[in-house]
């Protein structure tokens, strides 16, 4: 079966590709920027790729006219103040495209939309729903609440809620109700519902059988991980206060943190469990889920993580435009080391940021990131995915990865902190030689007295870095 896979390179897409392989399908991975897409080897004589955007038309003429099933994953709930616009349009490009083709069916994976008044993100989501059902194909929609998995924004967001806070003074909206999914369970439903007549022209909830308000889904996390936590719940923290106590305390960026407060007074419970039973599907429970999650993080085997999506930073960019580093009008500090070992060096670089830190001044580098978060940037709580891989697009800490060729000894980084210009952080190894180069590029006045200003700290930090990375020990 010849399959399309919108957003292949984000958190559901990334999941249900290799599954899709599996079961033996060809799958059409549709994505903006093809700088960004990693597949594993084992994986690529049985895909092939696109490069289309949903909101240029002319792109779309690339989708093959004879798949059989299409994947729609497309969402863009913080990258825009006006998303909801923009998602429509996308689904109507999208639709209007797929009805050329031969496909009979599309897959919808949407949020549950039970109550009379919905959030923007909610209403955005129903709104591509209808939009995608004018098709001439069968179309199956998904809705799904809080999903929980390694990796996904709700349960990286209730983990630095209850890992960093003993006592939290919360606001009202924790008493809402809502019914979670495992994320093994919604790539499961995902993948049963292919071709599946009784799923055709129907809209479905999914959920485990648990529903809980969003304090004891907090609650339950902590027995899970072994921790006492008191939480308060209180009426004065208005929506806005709710969002910057969000983005303060977890990794979250401030658009998707308004996007979750406003989402989360709205109650996201099931109707009925009737696709449990066409599909024979029993969902996992909250605890079991989150077991699973944390096996997964134990054995450092995250597939993918919301925070490598740009929505992690609010920034729309295509890879291809940063990752030749400008010469003209910037400043830079580069520096050269001989390593005493090539791959401890380079092993070294590929660990680096996240909870190996930065070798050198990492109470500097927290400093930083908490100034960026103080400004509205992403700070360094995103972390990594993983510890000691790293592929073109992840996120590292307030950097974003260009280039990553560990055979070649190079990595390439961008860096999505606020600045007042643009940055590039290079790591290189040859002839046995570390060369480790810091670009700036600074936009007006402000960026030039920007680099002047903590170059003297730069030259602390960089000296001390290239020095560590290139020791043996």
């Given at each position: 079966?010849?399959?399309?896979?919108?957003?292949?390179?984000?958190?559901?897409?990334?999941?249900?590709?290799?599954?899709?392989?599996?079961?033996?399908?060809?799958?059409?991975?549709?994505?903006?920027d093809?700088?960004?897409?990693?597949?594993?080897?084992?994986?690529?004589?049985?895909?092939?790729?696109?490069?289309?955007?949903?909101?240029?038309?002319?792109?779309?003429?690339?989708?093959?006219?004879?798949?059989?099933?299409?994947?729609?994953?497309?969402?863009?709930?913080?990258?825009?103040?006006?998303?909801?616009?923009?998602?429509?349009?996308?689904?109507?490009?999208?639709?209007?495209?797929?009805?050329?083709?031969?496909?009979?069916?599309?897959?919808?994976?949407?949020?549950?939309?039970?109550?009379?008044?919905?959030?923007?993100?909610?209403?955005?989501?129903?709104?591509?729903?209808?939009?995608?059902?004018?098709?001439?194909?069968?179309?199956?929609?998904?809705?799904?609440?809080i999903?929980?998995?390694?990796?996904?924004?709700?349960?990286?967001?209730?983990?630095?809620?209850?890992?960093?806070?003993?006592?939290?003074?919360?606001?009202?909206?924790?008493?809402?109700?809502?019914?979670?999914?495992?994320?093994?369970?919604?790539?499961?439903?995902?993948?049963?519902?292919?071709?599946?007549?009784?799923?055709?022209?129907?809209?479905?909830?999914?959920?485990s059988?648990?529903?809980?308000?969003?304090k004891?889904?907090?609650?339950?996390?902590?027995?899970?991980?072994?921790?006492?936590?008191l939480?308060?719940?209180?009426?004065?923290?208005?929506?806005?206060?709710?969002?910057?106590?969000?983005?303060?305390?977890?990794?979250?960026?401030?658009?998707?943190?308004?996007?979750?407060?406003?989402?989360?007074?709205?109650?996201?419970?099931?109707?009925?469990?009737?696709?449990?039973?066409?599909?024979?599907?029993?969902?996992?429970?909250?605890?079991?889920?989150?077991?699973k999650?944390?096996?997964?993080?134990?054995?450092?085997?995250?597939?993918?993580?919301?925070?490598?999506?740009?929505?992690?930073?609010?920034?729309?960019?295509?890879?291809?435009?940063?990752?030749?580093?400008?010469?003209?009008?910037?400043?830079?500090?580069?520096?050269?080391?001989?390593?005493?070992?090539?791959?401890?060096?380079?092993?070294k670089?590929?660990?680096?940021?996240?909870?190996?830190?930065?070798?050198?001044?990492?109470?500097l580098?927290?400093?930083?990131?908490?100034?960026?978060?103080?400004?509205?940037?992403?700070?360094?709580?995103?972390?990594r995915?993983?510890?000691?891989?790293?592929?073109?697009?992840?996120?590292?800490?307030?950097?974003?990865?260009?280039?990553?060729?560990?055979?070649?000894?190079?990595?390439?980084?961008?860096?999505e902190?606020?600045?007042?210009?643009?940055?590039?952080?290079?790591?290189?190894?040859?002839?046995?030689?570390?060369?480790?180069?810091?670009?700036?590029?600074?936009?007006?006045?402000?960026?030039?007295?920007?680099?002047?200003?903590?170059?003297?700290?730069?030259?602390?930090?960089?000296?001390?870095?290239?020095?560590?990375?290139?020791?043996?020990?």
């Amino acid at each position: 079966m010849k399959i399309l896979l919108t957003g292949a390179t984000g958190y559901i897409g990334k999941r249900i590709l290799p599954e899709l392989v599996k079961k033996g399908h060809h799958v059409v991975c549709c994505v903006r920027d093809k700088s960004r897409f990693n597949p594993l080897e084992s994986l690529k004589s049985s895909i092939s790729v696109v490069e289309i955007d949903m909101l240029d038309v002319a792109s779309l003429s690339k989708i093959p006219n004879d798949i059989d099933v299409a994947y729609y994953l497309v969402h863009s709930m913080s990258a825009s103040d006006n998303y909801k616009n923009l998602e429509q349009r996308s689904a109507i490009n999208f639709r209007e495209a797929l009805n050329s083709t031969n496909v009979k069916q599309v897959i919808y994976l949407s949020g549950i939309v039970n109550e009379s008044v919905l959030s923007k993100h909610l209403l955005s989501r129903k709104t591509v729903e209808v939009e995608l059902e004018k098709g001439k194909y069968a179309l199956t929609c998904l809705r799904a609440g809080i999903i929980v998995g390694s990796g996904s924004a709700s349960f990286e967001i209730m983990r630095d809620l209850v890992e960093k806070l003993p006592v939290m003074i919360t606001p009202r909206w924790l008493l809402t109700k809502c019914q979670p999914i495992g994320i093994s369970d919604v790539q499961t439903f995902l993948t049963k519902c292919l071709l599946n007549e009784k799923t055709y022209h129907r809209n479905f909830d999914i959920g485990s059988d648990d529903i809980l308000t969003y304090k004891e889904m907090l609650l339950e996390f902590a027995k899970v991980r072994k921790l006492r936590r008191l939480i308060l719940t209180v009426p004065v923290l208005t929506p806005r206060l709710s969002s910057y106590w969000l983005y303060f305390v977890t990794s979250t960026s401030y658009k998707l943190a308004s996007s979750l407060v406003e989402s989360m007074k709205v109650e996201v419970v099931c109707r009925d469990n009737e696709i449990n039973q066409i599909l024979g599907i029993n969902p996992m429970s909250y605890r079991e889920a989150l077991l699973k999650a944390f096996e997964r993080i134990e054995n450092n085997d995250i597939i993918s993580s919301w925070k490598d999506s740009y929505s992690s930073s609010e920034i729309s960019m295509n890879i291809s435009e940063f990752i030749s580093v400008p010469e003209f009008g910037c400043y830079k500090d580069s520096r050269t080391r001989q390593v005493e070992d090539f791959k401890t060096s380079v092993d070294k670089i590929w660990s680096i940021g996240g909870d190996t830190g930065w070798y050198y001044g990492n109470v500097l580098w927290r400093i930083r990131g908490f100034l960026d978060k103080l400004f509205g940037g992403v700070g360094l709580r995103r972390g990594r995915t993983n510890k000691n891989h790293l592929s073109v697009g992840d996120s590292l800490d307030f950097w974003r990865v260009l280039y990553a060729n560990k055979e070649e000894g190079r990595l390439l980084l961008f860096a999505e902190m606020k600045l007042p210009g643009d940055a590039w952080l290079e790591f290189k190894i040859t002839d046995n030689k570390l060369v480790q180069t810091a670009t700036f590029r600074p936009l007006g006045l402000a960026g030039r007295l920007y680099w002047f200003s903590v170059y003297p700290l730069h030259g602390l930090i960089f000296k001390g870095m290239i020095k560590k990375l290139s020791q043996k020990g």
